[in-house]
């Protein structure tokens, strides 16, 4: 087919890490690209639980998609919601317009798991964007008030409850976050409740916290963990969510706030496309990231599978998604350039962390290891640096300063639903 | 009847200017107070239009109630909706339980009026607490969004029109805000539409803008509104609101997004405890601020009407609910020690501000005025000092000289409603 005299068009579903890195890479390619995205910002996750225990506000960790690429003039942003895509006619359907494209870039991350039980998700909500962030923050908030206020012993335990499903980073992190926040935030809040008598039980299946860690490295959050007052519960296995708890095969624990950090599942990408896909729901991709049969799609960040060079799969972690937006981005840069492909995509694995609380964290890059306060520093480094934006940077900075300082946290907000703007006093909406 | 042996029980309504005042100020007297809201946070009003066009976060503006009351140990806070007043029995109906009194202080604030015309009201939120400040800031944002996807011109237009009706302070401050977004921050992060050629118009029903300023002034506000694009109409009467726009008698304004800072109605108190009113529901007082006939119930700030020493009645702002607040306390506190009553209810007007986009405000304080950058900077000061809590200061201060410096606007997010929690990709919200 002869190619048209026009610029090839990209179109990137999906303004995550991965979608914004391949938008990057073809910065000076001349194409036109057209950036999709449900939202119109581009969130942080790592940070994200942080939000959900009210420590930094939504916007710390968000930033605006326009303002990110702003002066790449060969990006568009357009803010709808993809619903299909025809790949015969090589055009994606939004609700908004159709976009048609050369080449097109699926970085639509995933979602969390209930593992084929999708009526647990409203009784143990997850952790994947802003909305989910400020809800688990309201019920979290909230459970304390209403233990404040219930006059019925057993519901009080209840309120004062926190479960939180799944023992990886997110796991560990929300539980460290809560204790926290019940220990010391708002120890001396509360007059007829003892915030510090608390439960935050953190379940984990399998038989040792943060698996992908090395197992010293895990021990280490455990006792951590239970310093701080967390009941660490491994091999145990939620068979059960519902408005008053979770079921453990025979075993009961009433609990009003219930967070799910136990699995992910990708986005609708394959269906859309038709293409082979995992368990989960990942796109199966070429060694150019391309999936089998569409050379012109390609599938990034936790859309797609694909193994590393020693064969296991590459994780769903941010740098993963950056690496492969990158790559994606170079393989379609140099189709339009008519240049020689890249090799093969490799993955580089940098490290993982994990923090514990406001002054442990877990680190391994490589050889490098750090755990404790050292770890903590580390942590907030990275992460801090990472934040795009000098400004988020900027105020993050001063929101843990402070919040390290004092204990305090600065985004203790129960949000009131839109819907009830108009009333003055608008109806308790109840958590759980 | 003889006093029980018991500390007096002293219910405050709403934790606002008024309510956190009246605790205060019987912070070293021995009762016990129940300071009952049904928000678990303080809303600094004031402020609020920055949170709606995007240059603050939900929590720079609120802060946890408890937070600010944790020292005070005669103080237990209640996250409830109060639903009644039994007079006879002393007693507060709540959403959670019922609450005794031997004192009672109503400090329920207004929420904004639409004269009758209710139905208006999911066309043209207004301005009263967090979540219509973040609905209004979605609206907002989402109308460039959908500008820049849409293909038909008229619509494109309507889209980008915003109206506010109202030329009070909150009117006023809402148009330079939305002015200076569309023509400043967003002018480089759309490909199609141009934001600078939004038409932002201001309707006034009165002649002037911002009446209860001296003259002069309100000439000063309208100039400069207009020299930053917003088009400034006065006499004009909105007779009815829809989701296409507002009509003005025979004239039309088709628009996506109206803002309502046109009036004000008092919360339903005056009805719990059947005692007179004014017509915009307001509690009629004696010089004590206590009510008619029950001198154990008192109402402050917005909740009450009362006239100055001039005759006039005392304005419904955010000092003048301060000094209610405070004198409520201080008769409560004389009452319960024996004490003599401290003399008549007399407000003192310290001024009056109002700002105008970035760089510019109007300030009248006695004969002491201020327009132009140092009135803005005047403002900014005020405003900084007066929020409460050092760290919201800081990060209040560091957030406007960023955007000052920039342009930037710090808090660009189109809430996604937690009810679509679990779809990867929620449908967009449409606004309007």
């Known amino acids: 087919m002869l190619r048209p005299l026009r610029r090839p068009q990209v179109v990137i579903v999906g303004a995550g890490f991965g979608g914004l890195q391949a938008a990057k890479a073809l910065a000076s390619t001349p194409v036109n690209i057209v950036l999709v995205d449900t939202h119109n910002h581009h969130c942080f996750q790592p940070l994200l639980y942080q939000v959900a225990t009210a420590a930094l506000s939504p916007a710390d960790v968000a930033w605006p998609i326009r303002a990110i690429v702003r002066a790449q003039k060969n990006v568009r942003v357009i803010m709808a919601q993809v619903t299909g895509v025809d790949v015969q006619a090589r055009r994606v359907h939004t609700s908004e317009i159709d976009l048609p494209y050369d080449y097109l870039v699926l970085a639509t991350g995933s979602t969390h798991s209930y593992f084929g039980h999708d009526d647990w998700a409203p009784f143990a909500p997850g952790l994947k964007h802003i909305a989910d962030a400020t809800e688990i923050r309201r019920r979290f908030l909230l459970a304390f008030e209403r233990a404040e206020v219930v006059e019925d012993e057993a519901e009080r335990t209840r309120l004062l409850t926190f479960v939180i499903v799944g023992g990886g980073a997110t796991g560990v992190e929300m539980a460290g976050a809560i204790a926290e926040v019940a220990r010391r935030t708002l120890r001396h809040d509360f007059r007829r409740i003892d915030p510090r008598?608390?439960?935050?039980?953190?379940?984990?299946?399998?038989?040792?916290?943060?698996?992908?860690?090395?197992?010293?490295?895990?021990?280490?959050?455990?006792?951590?963990?239970?310093?701080?007052?967390?009941?660490?519960?491994?091999?145990?296995?939620?068979?059960?969510?519902?408005?008053?708890?979770?079921?453990?095969?025979?075993?009961?624990?009433?609990?009003?706030?219930?967070?799910?950090?136990?699995?992910?599942?990708?986005?609708?990408a394959a269906q859309w496309i038709g293409a082979e896909h995992d368990r989960a729901g990942r796109v199966k991709v070429n060694a150019d990231l391309s999936v089998a049969g569409r050379p012109e799609i390609f599938a990034v960040g936790d859309t797609a599978t694909i193994a590393d060079r020693d064969g296991k799969p590459v994780p769903g972690i941010a740098p993963a998604a950056k690496q492969m937006g990158t790559y994606a981005g170079k393989v379609i840069a140099a189709r339009v350039l008519g240049q020689t492909a890249p090799?093969?995509?490799?993955?580089?694995?940098?490290?993982?962390?994990?923090?514990?609380?406001?002054?442990?964290?877990?680190?391994?890059?490589?050889?490098?290891?750090?755990?404790?306060?050292?770890?903590?520093?580390?942590?907030?480094?990275?992460?801090?640096?990472?934040?795009?934006?000098?400004?988020?940077?900027?105020?993050?900075?001063?929101?843990?300063?402070?919040?390290?300082?004092?204990?305090?946290?600065?985004?203790?907000?129960?949000?009131?639903?839109?819907?009830?703007?108009?009333?003055?006093?608008?109806?308790?909406?109840?958590?759980?």
């Open 197 to 268: 008598k608390s439960r935050i039980i953190l379940l984990e299946a399998g038989p040792r916290l943060l698996p992908s860690f090395p197992e010293h490295l895990s021990d280490y959050a455990t006792r951590s963990l239970q310093s701080m007052g967390v009941q660490v519960e491994l091999n145990r296995t939620v068979t059960g969510c519902d408005a008053q708890g979770v079921s453990l095969g025979g075993d009961r624990i009433e609990a009003a706030t219930v967070v799910w950090a136990a699995g992910v599942v990708a986005s609708p």
């Open 343 to 432: 090799p093969p995509f490799a993955y580089r694995h940098l490290g993982e962390l994990a923090t514990i609380g406001r002054k442990s964290a877990v680190v391994k890059l490589g050889f490098f290891q750090l755990t404790g306060f050292l770890g903590w520093l580390f942590w907030s480094a990275i992460h801090i640096y990472f934040l795009i934006g000098l400004r988020n940077r900027f105020v993050v900075a001063v929101n843990w300063l402070w919040s390290y300082m004092t204990f305090q946290r600065g985004a203790r907000l129960i949000g009131i639903a839109p819907g009830s703007l108009r009333s003055p006093s608008p109806p308790l909406r109840r958590g759980g």
